[in-house]
Structure formats: structure tokens, C-alpha cells
């Protein structure tokens, strides 16, 4: 009898633990899908997560289009499985298909055989600290300043740019470079002066600062990358390449000093693979980040990430474990590394 597989998905809301504000929007919540595949043996328990994240997955990812081609890929799961360049321009469903259908071929959950999955290798990642007043803020780096973070990443362009100043000259006073990394995510949301800004960064030994421009100002952003004030990182610029062609003529135009790959948003596991060969190719430096997921696509980007051997020397924004209050719990991956990993 031959083997016939399907699939079923059911939608979950992650309540997260306080309110998350980026440049974009406030979230109390986030929506993802689980997506399950089995067969007509019975064998199944093979879980994917598709996470699409509103304001900014691609057009194809709106909400209408979404659901319709979700319901596609369900009932005809079988077909995209082996046609997964068709789920392109959908990465996050194809991230969670790309998921589900390796945890189906391998059910001990350990998708990767690597370092990280022996448990031999941690990951190291960057703590985050989440756009809010000023106040907040500086607490939060506070607390994080009495752990053993040595990268933290900072969202910033929610408050006064003063007050952000302060927020870096009060972690500098505390740790200088040479004990923590400070990276910065501005979402596209540098004012006018943001040359002016970036010179006033500086001054507080920045490892790298995430898309400081509009998606639509590639040669504004061009011309940075080329002063590099302050190292320049693509992330929003990411969304929308589909194919390896269109990912190296991004690279090679703006010439950028990093890149931060979200799987759920620039191309799931088959797309990730290519914008890291063509950073690799062109001496970029990158990192994998989460979409926010919940601690089941977080495993597995965890995985995914340990095959390289660069991950385990730049920090990964990997720590988003403890995000929600009723995240998944991790209990197929019930090792020491990536209990670690999680700050």
C-alpha cells in the first residue's frame, strides 16, 4: 500500500508577557499556525509553524491571500512538498512545510546532526531589548547588564533620540566594548538627520545597526554602507527577493556590511540557504533571527543555524524563548545547549 501523506493546521495566539512595541505597531498578541503532516499509517506527530508576521511579510502574505493559499498547500500537501519553489513567494508557509516535512522524515526531533544538537557547541545570541519609554528601557538594560549577555540589541527610534543616547552612554559607563557587543535596530526609522545620528552612535562603539532606512531609500542606504559610520545591517531590504539572482544583485548594489536572515519572512530554510551563500560570497557578515515564533520554530532555527560554522562565532537573534505566556513547550529538544542559548 503506498504512502499517502496529509495535513492539517490549527491556528494559535501567543499572549506575550508584556506589551512589544516596534517602530510598526504595538502587539499584545501574535497568531501563528501549526501545521501537522501525517500519513494513512498513522505515523504522524511531524509539526511545522507558519508565522507570518502582519505589517510586514510580503504583499503575496496578506491576510486574504494567506488563508487561501494555507488551505491550498493543506489539501494538497503531498504536491508541494516536492514542488517547494511554488511557495516562494509565501516563506512562511513554506518555512512550516519545509518543517514539519523534515521532522515527518526524521521523528527523534533532531533535525540536524551538528554540534549544537550533540549538545557539544552553544549558540551565542543577542539579548534584546524592546522599544518602549525611556525609563522602561533603561531598566531593561539594567537587568540585562547583571547577566552574562554579551551582545545586546537595542530597538530603537520609539523615543527621544537624546534619550537614547543616554540609554547607550549609561551601558558604556558599565561595559566597554571589549565585554559587550551593542547592536541597534532602527526599522527603517531614522529621521532626516540621520547622518548626524549615526555620528552620534558611533560614539558608543556600535557593532552594527539594522536597516536605518526605508526599504525605498536603496541609494541613500547605498552611500552609508559605503561611509560605514556605523557598520550598515539589511533586514526589511531582504523582503521580496525570491530567487538567488535577485538576492546577489540586492547584495551587490548596496554592498552592505551584514544581513539578518528571518526565515518566516526572506525564503524559509531553501532561501535562507542562498542569501547566506551570496553574503558568504561577497564577504558580508550574517546572522539568523527570529520572527518571532514560538519555541517550535525557534528549535528548529536554532538547528537550521547550527550547521554553519560562522554561527557559533556572530550572536544569532536567537533568544526569543520566553516571549509568550503560553509558548510551546520545547520538550523535544530537551538539551542543555539550548536551554542555554535562551536568555
Same mark, same amino acid.
Given at each position: 500500500?503506498?504512502? =499517502?501523506?496529509?495535513?492539517?493546521?490549527?491556528?494559535?495566539?501567543?499572549?506575550?508577557?508584556?506589551?512589544?512595541?516596534?517602530?510598526?505597531?504595538t502587539?499584545?498578541?501574535?497568531?501563528?499556525?501549526? *501545521?501537522?503532516?501525517?500519513?494513512?499509517?498513522?505515523?504522524?506527530?511531524?509539526?511545522?509553524?507558519?508565522?507570518?508576521?502582519?505589517?510586514l511579510?510580503?504583499?503575496?502574505?496578506?491576510?486574504?491571500?494567506?488563508?487561501? %493559499?494555507?488551505? @491550498?498547500?493543506?489539501e494538497?500537501?503531498?504536491?508541494?512538498? =516536492?514542488?517547494?519553489?511554488?511557495?516562494?513567494a509565501? $516563506?512562511?508557509?513554506?518555512?512550516?512545510?519545509?518543517?514539519?516535512?523534515?521532522?515527518? %522524515?526524521?521523528?527523534?526531533?533532531?533535525?540536524?546532526?551538528?554540534?549544537?544538537?550533540?549538545?557539544?557547541?552553544?549558540?551565542?545570541?543577542?539579548?534584546?531589548?524592546?522599544?518602549?519609554?525611556?525609563?522602561?528601557m533603561?531598566?531593561?538594560?539594567?537587568?540585562?547588564?547583571?547577566?552574562?549577555?554579551?551582545?545586546?540589541?537595542?530597538?530603537?527610534?520609539?523615543?527621544?533620540? @537624546?534619550?537614547?543616547?543616554?540609554?547607550?552612554?549609561?551601558?558604556?559607563?558599565?561595559k $566597554?566594548k571589549?565585554?559587550?557587543?551593542?547592536?541597534?535596530?532602527?526599522?527603517?526609522?531614522?529621521?532626516?538627520?540621520?547622518?548626524?545620528?549615526?555620528?552620534?552612535?558611533?560614539?558608543?562603539?556600535?557593532?552594527?545597526?539594522?536597516?536605518?532606512?526605508?526599504?525605498?531609500?536603496?541609494?541613500?542606504?547605498?552611500?552609508?554602507?559605503?561611509?560605514?559610520?556605523?557598520?550598515?545591517? *539589511?533586514? @526589511?531590504?531582504?523582503?521580496?527577493h525570491?530567487?538567488?539572482?535577485?538576492?546577489?544583485? *540586492?547584495?551587490?548594489?548596496?554592498?552592505?556590511?551584514?544581513?539578518?536572515?528571518? $526565515?518566516?519572512?526572506?525564503?524559509?530554510?531553501? &532561501?535562507?540557504?542562498?542569501?547566506?551563500?551570496?553574503?558568504?560570497?561577497?564577504?558580508?557578515?550574517?546572522?539568523?533571527?527570529?520572527?518571532?515564533?514560538?519555541?517550535?520554530g525557534? &528549535?528548529?532555527?536554532?538547528?537550521?543555524?547550527?550547521?554553519y560554522?560562522?554561527t557559533?562565532l556572530?550572536?544569532?537573534?536567537? &533568544?526569543?524563548?520566553?516571549?509568550?505566556?503560553?509558548n510551546?513547550?520545547?520538550?523535544?529538544?530537551?538539551?542543555?545547549?539550548?536551554?542555554?542559548?535562551m536568555?
Amino acid at each position: 500500500m503506498r504512502i =499517502h501523506l496529509s495535513a492539517r493546521c490549527e491556528a494559535l495566539e501567543l499572549a506575550f508577557r508584556f506589551t512589544a512595541k516596534t517602530s510598526r505597531e504595538t502587539m499584545n498578541t501574535r497568531k501563528v499556525w501549526i *501545521l501537522e503532516i501525517y500519513d494513512n499509517f498513522g505515523k504522524g506527530n511531524a509539526f511545522g509553524e507558519i508565522a507570518p508576521l502582519k505589517g510586514l511579510s510580503i504583499e503575496l502574505e496578506d491576510e486574504e491571500n494567506f488563508h487561501l %493559499k494555507l488551505q @491550498e498547500v493543506i489539501e494538497n500537501i503531498e504536491y508541494y512538498i =516536492h514542488h517547494l519553489d511554488e511557495l516562494r513567494a509565501y $516563506p512562511s508557509i513554506l518555512f512550516g512545510v519545509e518543517m514539519a516535512y523534515l521532522a515527518y %522524515k526524521r521523528p527523534s526531533h533532531i533535525l540536524f546532526q551538528t554540534d549544537f544538537t550533540l549538545g557539544k557547541k552553544s549558540i551565542p545570541i543577542n539579548a534584546l531589548v524592546w522599544m518602549n519609554d525611556a525609563e522602561t528601557m533603561k531598566k531593561d538594560v539594567d537587568r540585562l547588564l547583571k547577566t552574562k549577555a554579551d551582545c545586546i540589541k537595542l530597538k530603537i527610534g520609539g523615543v527621544n533620540f @537624546e534619550d537614547e543616547l543616554e540609554i547607550l552612554d549609561f551601558i558604556r559607563k558599565q561595559k $566597554p566594548k571589549e565585554d559587550l557587543l551593542l547592536r541597534l535596530d532602527a526599522n527603517g526609522n531614522l529621521g532626516k538627520d540621520y547622518e548626524y545620528q549615526l555620528k552620534a552612535l558611533a560614539e558608543y562603539d556600535i557593532d552594527s545597526i539594522e536597516q536605518p532606512l526605508p526599504v525605498s531609500e536603496i541609494d541613500a542606504t547605498k552611500a552609508l554602507c559605503e561611509e560605514n559610520i556605523i557598520p550598515i545591517a *539589511l533586514d @526589511e531590504q531582504l523582503l521580496g527577493h525570491l530567487f538567488f539572482p535577485e538576492k546577489q544583485k *540586492l547584495l551587490t548594489t548596496i554592498k552592505p556590511q551584514a544581513i539578518v536572515i528571518k $526565515p518566516s519572512l526572506h525564503g524559509g530554510m531553501q &532561501g535562507t540557504r542562498e542569501w547566506i551563500l551570496a553574503a558568504d560570497e561577497h564577504r558580508i557578515k550574517w546572522w539568523i533571527t527570529s520572527s518571532l515564533e514560538s519555541n517550535l520554530g525557534l &528549535g528548529v532555527l536554532a538547528q537550521f543555524a547550527s550547521k554553519y560554522p560562522s554561527t557559533y562565532l556572530t550572536h544569532q537573534g536567537l &533568544g526569543t524563548g520566553r516571549l509568550y505566556k503560553n509558548n510551546i513547550e520545547p520538550s523535544y529538544l530537551d538539551m542543555q545547549d539550548y536551554r542555554l542559548m535562551m536568555i
